[in-house]
């Protein structure tokens, strides 16, 4: 079945550093999806990419969706303490309309 | 953006209880909600599709006869644990698909003991 992996799992870093997630399926995706979860907190939406190549910038963060649609990625310029929490990708297959999360990275920023 | 609502939020039962966790759609329809569990630490795992007036699609390796699932109308999903266990403890997560977003409860947190 569709697997999708993150790398790194963890990563802690110093306010003002910069961070990037790596999100990667073993399948072709129709689109993809990055979340948001706090510590004790629900999964909030952050973006959903669905182009080949796509990029789109929300304030600090950008997201980039792969050419070959099966891999994206998450950087986050000069990071704040209100970015901590773990960062899910999540994609959909092509056909269907399930979401399979991806194994997440957790996100550390200390003051 | 649209909200989710999930109950209870939280809820401690004794092993061979069964809990009913239910996910509403509040502001919208939802033809089609999501079941998912996550472990400490861990992703969410996909546990079951929820459509409304028909049978749920598990993921393999998901008891259907042990996780129940009702999509009784647009805007009310059940999840039943028959006969938990302390295994079951998890937290439960529902969510709901308006358009190409999928908007998630706030999660319900069952401790079996």
């Known amino acids: 079945g569709q697997q999708v992996m993150q790398i790194p799992q963890y990563q802690h870093v110093q306010e003002g550093e910069d961070f990037t997630t790596y999100c990667n399926s073993s399948?072709?995706?129709?689109?993809i999806q990055w979340y948001k979860q706090r510590p004790g907190g629900h999964p909030v939406f952050l973006i959903q990419?669905?182009?080949?190549?796509e990029v789109k910038k929300q304030k600090r963060l950008t997201f980039q969706f792969g050419e070959a649609k099966k891999n994206s990625s998450l950087h986050i310029t000069a990071t704040q303490t209100t970015d901590v929490g773990t960062y899910f990708c999540?994609?959909?297959?092509?056909?269907?309309?399930?979401?399979?999360f991806g194994t997440g990275t957790r996100l550390l920023v200390s003051p | 953006g649209a909200v989710v609502s999930q109950h209870p939020s939280r809820v401690i039962c004794k092993s061979g209880t069964s809990v009913k966790i239910e996910c509403r759609s509040l502001d919208f329809q939802a033809t089609t909600m999501f079941w998912y569990r996550q472990f400490p630490k861990k992703s969410l795992m996909l546990m079951a599709t929820?459509?409304?007036?028909?049978?749920?699609?598990?993921e393999q390796g998901v008891e259907k006869d042990k996780f129940l699932i009702n999509h009784a109308s647009l805007t009310l999903s059940t999840l039943t644990v028959t006969s938990a266990h302390p295994e079951d403890s998890s937290f439960y997560i529902c969510?709901?698909?308006?358009?190409?977003?999928?908007?998630f409860g706030p999660g319900t947190r069952l401790t079996v003991t």
């Open positions: 969510s709901a698909r308006a358009g190409h977003e999928q908007y």
């Open positions: 999540a994609g959909e297959g092509t056909g269907f309309q399930k979401l399979v």
């Open positions: 399948t072709t995706l129709s689109n």
């Open positions: 929820s459509n409304e007036g028909s049978k749920a699609t598990y």
């Open positions: 990419l669905v182009k080949s190549g």
